[in-house]
């Protein structure tokens, strides 16, 4: 008899006293004894140079599905993906406000952190072109949508950016400012770019101890990548993402480690 999840949590449902007595009595010591659990192998990870993001779920024992996996890399350029990075380099931000226009330089050199697969912080400077005002932006940046928060030096200033990426890497958008002011914003065409993303189905993994081994295909949509067979080695190294390992490559070849650099990390059970 196979057994489901749903099963398993209807045994466990309360009993009354004379109900579980009555269930002991007519059910053999067998059948109580429950069924051997699939192992599964999880994680959710940052990974550095260059900056990657992966989520997967790998299930051994399953049948044909064997779970799915969940990459982002945001150094690598894949037109049309929908989830975008800024690009490297100055680029204009020009707020207008009553009609006037007012405008601004975002400064090269933004510190990137990957929160997810579809989700990218950043923080940066840079300065008000009329006057040499330097501020500090923060934000993020979640497939299209952009929220920031941009602070003026020395002073209590702030303004609060929402605005949507275009498919050519212009930005616009509205903004308020701390004291009330509703202004909106531009950003030009390259500012930032699509990267590549991707989800997959897990087609085979091996999971044994504390070790997992997975293979996918990437996706017929991936310009450049479709069809190329990826292998993906990870290791549960214990409590906290830092003991963990994780290795990837084209199937067949030598498989290259990446740093963990953030994430929830690894398990595997």
Excluded: C
């Excluded at 010591?29 to 659990?37: I, L």
């Excluded at 890399?73 to 800024?86: I, L, T």
């Excluded at 929402?162 to 914003?185: E, K, P």
């Amino acid at each position: 008899m196979r057994f489901s999840r749903k099963t398993i949590y209807a045994a466990a449902a309360p009993l009354t006293l004379a109900g579980l007595l009555a269930t002991t009595a007519a059910t053999p010591a067998s059948a109580a004894v429950r069924p051997p659990q699939p192992r599964e192998a999880y994680g959710s990870v940052e990974l550095g140079n260059p900056l990657q993001y992966e989520t997967f779920l790998a299930l051994q024992g399953f049948g044909r599905h064997h779970g799915v996996v969940n990459y982002t890399n945001w150094a690598y350029a894949e037109p049309g993906s929908g989830v975008y990075a800024p690009q490297s380099g100055a680029h204009q931000l020009t707020f207008v406000y009553q009609g006037a226009q007012y405008a601004h330089t975002l400064n090269g050199g933004l510190s990137l952190v990957a929160m997810s697969p579809d989700r990218l912080a950043f923080s940066g400077t840079g300065s008000y072109n009329g006057g040499g005002i330097t501020w500090k932006i923060t934000g993020q940046v979640t497939d299209a949508r952009i929220k920031a928060v941009i602070a003026y030096d020395g002073q209590s200033y702030q303004v609060t950016l929402t605005g949507r990426v275009a498919s050519n890497g212009a930005v616009t958008g509205t903004a308020i400012s701390s004291t009330g002011q509703a202004l909106t914003f531009t950003m030009p065409a390259g500012t930032f770019a699509s990267v590549l993303h991707y989800v997959a189905p897990i087609r085979s993994d091996q999971i044994r101890r504390h070790d997992a081994t997975f293979q996918f295909t990437i996706p017929a949509r991936v310009q450049g990548l479709a069809g190329t067979k990826v292998t993906v080695k990870v290791h549960d190294g214990g409590w906290g993402a830092r003991h963990d390992r994780y290795a990837h490559g084209v199937t067949g070849t030598r498989l290259s480690p990446y740093p963990i650099i953030g994430g929830r990390g690894v398990t595997v059970r």
